[in-house]
C-alpha cells in the first residue's frame, strides 16, 4: 500500500468518525427533545386541550399525562376553574391576566368615557367576571376571545349607557345596568360560540366628567337634601297619627267602659225594682210604708238644720230639732204665751 493510499484510507476512517459521532450527537438530542415533549402538566384549575398538527384532538383534566412528542401534539392550558376577571378604565396593578386591563391611559380614559341617552357624558368604570365554560369553543371559534370579550362587553356597555339619562347612570339606575348588561352580553358571546359564561358585570365607579363634578355634586347634595327632609316629615306625620290614634283608641275604651257601667248600673236598678215590685204585690201598705221610711231616712240627713211643729198642739208648742251635726241638744218643750 503505497503512502498515498494510506492518507486517503486514514481520511476516510476520521470522516467516519465524525459522521458517527455526529449521529450520536444527533440521536442523544432527539432522545432529549422526546422525552421532554412526551409528558406535560395539568395544573387543578385547569384543563389540557390536545391540538394535533394543530388541529383539536382531545381534552385532558388535571394531573400527569403523555402525548405525541417531537412537537406533533401540542397542548394548550384553559383555566376553567378560574374567575377570569376585564377591567374597563381602570386597570389593577399586578394582574396576572394580560387581558384583564388596558396598559395605555389613553386607552382607559376612552373606555369610560360615554355619552347618555339626554346628550351627557358619564365616567363609567366596570368589572366584567367569567369562567371559560367549553375550552374548545373558547380556543377555535373566535380568534383571541380575550380581546373579542373587551370589545363586545364595551359594546354593549355603551349600548345600554346609550339607553339611559345621566342620573339614571349615576344614581338610582346602576343595578338596572348591571343586569341589562350582564345578559345582552351573554347572549351576544354565545351567538359567537366563545365557551365563555358571564358571571357578573359590576360598576366600580360612575361620575360626571371632572369639569362638572363640582356642579353635579351640589345638586346630588340638594337632593339628598330633599329626600332627607321628605323622611323627616313622612316620621313625623306618622309619629302625629300614632300619637292621635292612640288618643283615639283611649276615648273609644273609656267611652266602651263607661257604657258598660251605664249598662250595669241600669240593670242592677232594673233587677232591684223588679225585686221591689215582687215585695210590693205581695204587701202592699208595709212595702209602701217601708219604701216611706227608707226615702225619709235617706232624704231628711240631707236639710240641714230641721224644726217640726206639730199643728194639733194648743198651748204647748213642742218642736223638735233635728240636726246630725249638733248632739248634746235634745228637743224641749216650749210654752206658748197669750
Do not use: C
Not at 120 to 148: C, G, H, I, M, S
Not at 212 to 237: C, P, Y
Not at 302 to 322: N, V, W, Y
Amino acid at each position: 500500500m503505497t503512502n498515498e493510499q494510506f492518507k486517503r484510507l486514514k481520511e476516510i476512517i476520521k470522516s467516519f468518525k465524525k459522521w458517527k459521532l455526529f449521529k450520536i450527537i444527533f440521536l442523544l438530542i432527539s432522545i432529549i427533545i422526546g422525552v421532554s415533549t412526551l409528558f406535560y402538566t395539568i395544573p387543578s384549575e385547569s384543563v389540557g386541550v390536545v391540538m394535533r398538527f394543530g388541529e383539536y384532538s382531545s381534552t385532558t383534566d388535571p394531573g400527569l399525562h403523555l402525548k405525541v412528542p417531537f412537537f406533533i401534539d401540542q397542548v394548550e392550558k384553559v383555566p376553567v376553574r378560574r374567575q377570569l376577571k376585564q377591567e374597563f378604565g381602570f386597570g389593577t396593578a399586578g394582574a396576572t391576566n394580560y387581558y384583564q386591563y388596558s396598559r395605555n391611559p389613553n386607552t382607559q380614559e376612552a373606555e369610560k368615557s360615554m355619552v347618555t341617552g339626554d346628550s351627557n357624558v358619564a365616567l363609567v368604570e366596570w368589572v366584567v367576571q367569567y369562567k371559560v365554560k367549553d375550552p374548545k369553543d373558547y380556543l377555535f371559534q373566535v380568534r383571541r376571545p380575550d380581546d373579542t370579550l373587551r370589545d363586545a362587553s364595551e359594546s354593549i356597555m355603551r349600548e345600554v349607557v346609550g339607553d339611559r339619562t345621566v342620573d339614571e347612570v349615576i344614581t338610582f339606575g346602576r343595578q338596572e345596568i348591571e343586569i341589562e348588561a350582564k345578559t345582552k352580553l351573554q347572549s351576544l358571546i354565545d351567538k359567537y360560540e366563545m365557551g365563555i359564561a358571564i358571571d357578573l358585570i359590576q360598576l366600580k365607579s360612575v361620575n360626571a366628567p371632572r369639569e362638572v363634578q363640582a356642579s353635579f355634586n351640589e345638586v346630588e347634595s340638594a337632593k339628598q337634601e330633599l329626600e332627607q327632609s321628605k323622611n323627616k316629615a313622612t316620621g313625623q306625620k306618622l309619629s302625629a297619627l300614632k300619637e292621635a290614634q292612640g288618643k283615639a283608641d283611649k276615648l273609644i275604651l273609656e267611652a266602651e267602659g263607661y257604657a258598660s257601667q251605664r249598662i250595669n248600673e241600669a240593670e242592677g236598678d232594673v233587677a232591684r225594682f223588679n225585686a221591689l215590685l215582687e215585695e210590693y204585690i205581695k204587701a202592699p201598705e208595709v212595702t209602701k210604708q217601708r219604701i216611706y221610711l227608707e226615702t225619709m231616712a235617706e232624704t231628711i240627713p240631707k236639710l240641714g238644720r230641721k224644726i217640726i211643729l206639730d199643728d194639733e198642739a194648743q198651748q204647748l208648742l213642742p218642736f223638735l230639732q233635728i240636726d246630725p251635726s249638733i248632739n248634746s241638744l235634745k228637743p224641749k218643750p216650749i210654752r206658748r204665751t197669750n
